[in-house]
C-alpha cells in the first residue's frame, strides 16, 4: 500500500510569491491535514479537510488555505509569503472509521528567501 | 492549549542503555500517541494510549499515562542507534465532531554506538 505522498520536496520562493503545495493521501483515505513545522518547533496544525469540505483551521492567517479535491487529495495554498513561512508541511491522512491515527507525509519544505 | 510539552528537549545516551522521554499535558484527553521523526521527514506513528489506561507495550516501547497528573512517559528498552530520532507526544481531543491532535515540541534523541 502506498503511503502519503507530497509534491513538492523542496520548494524555494521569495517573499510575497504564492507557494502551492500538494498531498496525495493513503487510498481508502478521506480526511486530509496540513501541519506546519518550523525550524525546532513541533508541529502546529493548520487545516483539517474531510469529505471535500474545510472541518477545522489553526491559528493562521487566512493567506494560508486549501482545498480537498473529489480524488481526496489536497492543496495548500499560500499566499504573500513571509520569510517566517519557510518550514516544513507536512500532510497525514486518515481513514473515515478511523480518527485515531494519523499517516504522515515525508514533507515538503518551504524556503522563504 | 492543551498542547504536550516534552522533557526533556534532548537526550544523549550510549547504545544498548534505555531512554526514557515525558509529556506533559493541560486539559482532558481521548488518547495520547507518541510519534517518531527522522531528521526533519515525516512523522510515524509509534503508539497510542487511550485515557482509561495505565500503560502499554509495543516491542521495545512502554507507554505510561498518568491522566491525574496530565502526564505520560515513552521508555525505550536496550537503544540502538537507528532509534537516534526526534520523539513528539500528541494530545488527542473529540469533541463537537472534530477530532484534533495537538503536539508537542518533542525530545531529540542521540544514540551513540
Known amino acids: 500500500e502506498a503511503g502519503v505522498t507530497q509534491s513538492p520536496t523542496h520548494l524555494i520562493k521569495t517573499r510575497g510569491q504564492q507557494a502551492t503545495l500538494r498531498c496525495s493521501p493513503i487510498?481508502?483515505?478521506?480526511?486530509v491535514y496540513w501541519y506546519q513545522q518550523a525550524l525546532g518547533l513541533g508541529l502546529q496544525f493548520l487545516l483539517w479537510?474531510?469529505?471535500?469540505?474545510?472541518?477545522n483551521r489553526g491559528n493562521f492567517p487566512p493567506r494560508f488555505s486549501g482545498r480537498q479535491f473529489p480524488n481526496y487529495s489536497s492543496e495548500l495554498n499560500v499566499n504573500a509569503l513571509e520569510l517566517e513561512d519557510s518550514a516544513l508541511y507536512l500532510c497525514?491522512?486518515?481513514?473515515?472509521?478511523?480518527?485515531?491515527?494519523?499517516?504522515f507525509g515525508p514533507g515538503t519544505r518551504l524556503l522563504v528567501l | 492549549s492543551q498542547q504536550g510539552e516534552e522533557d526533556p528537549q534532548a537526550l544523549s545516551i550510549q547504545e544498548g542503555e534505555n531512554a526514557t522521554m515525558n509529556c506533559s499535558y493541560k486539559?482532558?484527553?481521548?488518547?495520547l500517541q507518541w510519534y517518531r521523526q527522522n531528521s526533519g521527514r515525516g512523522l510515524v506513528h509509534l503508539i497510542l494510549?487511550?485515557?482509561?489506561?495505565r500503560e502499554k507495550h509495543s516491542g521495545r516501547l512502554r507507554v505510561t499515562l498518568d491522566t491525574s497528573k496530565k502526564s505520560s512517559s515513552l521508555l525505550i528498552t536496550a537503544s540502538r542507534a537507528a532509534d537516534t530520532a526526534s520523539y513528539f507526544c500528541?494530545?488527542?481531543?473529540?469533541?463537537?465532531?472534530?477530532?484534533?491532535?495537538?503536539f508537542g515540541k518533542g525530545t531529540k534523541l542521540s544514540v551513540i554506538p
Open positions: 497525514a491522512s486518515r481513514t473515515r472509521t478511523n480518527q485515531e491515527t494519523q499517516y
Open positions: 486539559t482532558s484527553i481521548n488518547n
Open positions: 487510498s481508502g483515505h478521506t480526511s
Open positions: 494510549i487511550r485515557s482509561n489506561e
Open positions: 479537510y474531510d469529505e471535500g469540505e474545510e472541518r
Open positions: 500528541a494530545t488527542a481531543y473529540s469533541g463537537a465532531g472534530s477530532y484534533q491532535l495537538t
